[in-house]
């Protein structure tokens, strides 16, 4: 019996160090919302840094420096053979800036509605689901371990974003009156719509941790990827109230995007330490293991 326990625990601790995607705590929920609200703010003020006038400078610029980054950290990621939360967060914020500005530029081009292109950003996802599920048979994110899976994941990621951005912009642009007006929107505002996808998001999470739904189970997936698409109108809904309404626009996309990096360097900073403990502990177990199998050796 005790040469069985030995043996279980390091292949538990070795499954949880090859899985490309942090473990889902409150640190993780907070550490996505945090990444949303500032790639909302950084890219609104990126595109906007060399003024009205030349708008169309500024989103060029914002394509390239986002875009490029968020490609040099995803393959810095995806290279790895364990979850780096440095490489992990820098890729998801980054994303959160490009996503953005992505879903925005398709609305731009195609002339839809935002409830139309929330519908096409939903359906994408959905796709994204159905060639993840036919290639790998597995849509766990406990299960990130080879690259196929890997690319999949962030597809899903990307496409949860823009989803996340036409749907946060549907509630909140009005009808008519404002600067942006279009015909399907619920005019909700950015406030309103935020605590609406919030109450909802703390729903999903509320329900994960008292019912704790089976790992890998359809109940755990579907609630996960619920939250997870939820966290990008929740974070950008109060970006842009405080960026732009509260106190007539007073902190503007510029104070908001120093509070939001701020906030995120602080929660890039508790994963950091973190994973460096569980590593640590990690290296303890192993070296444990392998004195007591030298030792039965000799």
């Given at each position: 019996?005790?040469?069985?326990?030995?043996?279980?625990?390091?292949?538990?601790?070795?499954?949880?160090?090859?899985?490309?995607?942090?473990?889902?705590?409150?640190?993780?929920?907070l550490?996505?919302?945090?990444?949303?609200?500032?790639?909302?703010?950084?890219?609104?003020?990126?595109?906007?840094?060399?003024?009205?006038?030349?708008?169309?400078?500024?989103?060029l610029f914002?394509v390239?420096?986002?875009?490029g980054?968020?490609?040099?950290?995803?393959?810095?990621?995806?290279?790895?053979?364990?979850?780096?939360?440095?490489?992990?967060?820098s890729?998801?914020?980054?994303?959160?800036?490009?996503?953005?500005?992505?879903?925005?530029?398709?609305?731009?081009?195609?002339?839809?509605?935002?409830?139309?292109?929330?519908?096409?950003?939903?359906?994408?996802?959905?796709?994204?689901?159905?060639?993840?599920?036919?290639?790998?048979?597995?849509?766990?994110?406990?299960?990130?371990?080879?690259?196929?899976?890997?690319?999949?994941?962030?597809?899903?990621?990307?496409?949860?974003?823009?989803?996340?951005?036409?749907?946060?912009?549907?509630?909140?642009?009005?009808?008519?009156?404002?600067?942006?007006v279009?015909?399907?929107?619920?005019?909700?505002?950015?406030?309103?719509?935020?605590?609406?996808?919030?109450?909802?998001?703390?729903?999903?999470?509320?329900?994960r941790?008292?019912?704790?739904?089976?790992?890998?189970?359809?109940?755990?997936?579907?609630?996960?990827?619920?939250?997870?698409?939820?966290?990008r109108p929740?974070?950008?809904?109060?970006?842009?109230?405080?960026?732009?309404?509260?106190?007539?626009?007073?902190?503007?996309?510029?104070?908001?995007?120093?509070?939001?990096?701020?906030?995120?360097?602080?929660?890039?900073?508790?994963?950091?330490?973190?994973?460096?403990?569980?590593?640590?502990?990690?290296?303890?177990?192993?070296?444990?293991?392998?004195?007591?199998?030298?030792?039965?050796?000799?």
């Amino acid at each position: 019996m005790a040469t069985n326990t030995i043996t279980r625990a390091p292949e538990s601790t070795a499954k949880t160090i090859l899985n490309k995607v942090p473990q889902i705590t409150i640190l993780f929920w907070l550490t996505k919302l945090v990444s949303t609200g500032l790639g909302e703010s950084v890219s609104d003020f990126s595109s906007q840094i060399f003024g009205q006038q030349n708008s169309n400078l500024g989103e060029l610029f914002t394509v390239a420096w986002s875009l490029g980054l968020f490609i040099v950290f995803l393959f810095l990621q995806m290279r790895s053979n364990r979850y780096r939360p440095f490489y992990y967060w820098s890729s998801v914020a980054l994303l959160a800036v490009f996503g953005t500005f992505s879903a925005d530029t398709f609305k731009s081009l195609t002339g839809l509605h935002y409830l139309e292109t929330t519908l096409i950003f939903g359906a994408l996802l959905l796709v994204s689901f159905g060639l993840w599920q036919h290639a790998t048979h597995d849509l766990s994110i406990h299960h990130i371990t080879n690259r196929k899976k890997e690319a999949y994941y962030w597809l899903t990621v990307a496409f949860s974003f823009m989803l996340g951005t036409a749907a946060g912009d549907w509630f909140a642009t009005a009808r008519v009156g404002g600067y942006n007006v279009d015909p399907t929107g619920l005019g909700l505002g950015f406030l309103n719509s935020g605590l609406i996808f919030g109450a909802a998001f703390l729903a999903l999470v509320a329900y994960r941790m008292i019912r704790k739904p089976a790992q890998n189970g359809a109940s755990e997936i579907i609630t996960f990827w619920l939250a997870y698409v939820l966290t990008r109108p929740v974070g950008a809904s109060f970006a842009d109230y405080f960026g732009y309404d509260f106190h007539n626009g007073i902190l503007g996309n510029q104070g908001m995007s120093l509070i939001w990096l701020a906030l995120f360097a602080i929660c890039m900073t508790v994963n950091l330490v973190l994973k460096h403990r569980e590593n640590a502990a990690t290296a303890s177990v192993e070296t444990e293991e392998q004195e007591r199998i030298d030792v039965k050796q000799k």
